[in-house]
């Protein structure tokens, strides 16, 4: 692997030393865009719905994406529960990977077999897997810049 930062992390328990990661992963963080203008990432159910609509993936990526299941998902959008700050930023985030997804694979059936295949990079993981943490969605953007550019 290449040169780790270490990043301070937060905890109400008792830390145990600083969180590495991967200048790779830093690069790959690097390419979303920032929420210019948030403060607090906010995303309403209305919002969200297109949001899954339009990314044409299907609910169970954006569901790992939250570390719940789809149906609980369902249900959630159903009874119009709010999302709170960081399920939100998860949430964007998610979204901006899959739009990039989008711009590299040019379909949505080819992104959305490509999310649900496990990769050897990965340590055999589903892409979709990875979106449940920042430095999954890390990887999983740079592996998309690598594939882009031929990468692989």
Do not use: C
Request: hydrophobic share 40%.
């Amino acid at each position: 692997m290449g040169k780790t930062i270490a990043v301070k992390k937060r905890s109400a328990k008792k830390t145990t030393g600083p969180l590495k990661l991967s200048t790779r992963v830093v690069r790959g963080i690097v390419e979303l865009k920032p929420m210019v203008g948030h403060k607090v990432a906010t995303l309403s159910i209305p919002k969200f719905s297109t949001m899954v609509k339009s990314s044409r993936v299907g609910l169970p990526v954006w569901s790992n994406a939250l570390h719940v299941s789809a149906t609980s998902l369902e249900k959630r959008i159903e009874s119009k529960a709010a999302f709170t700050p960081l399920e939100a930023d998860r949430l964007l985030m998610v979204d901006q990977v899959l739009d990039r997804g989008m711009e590299v694979f040019e379909d949505a059936e080819d992104l959305k077999i490509w999310l649900e295949r496990k990769h050897p990079l990965f340590g055999n993981q589903r892409p979709m897997d990875l979106l449940g943490s920042t430095p999954g969605i890390g990887l999983v953007m740079l592996e998309l810049g690598r594939i882009e550019h031929g990468i692989f």
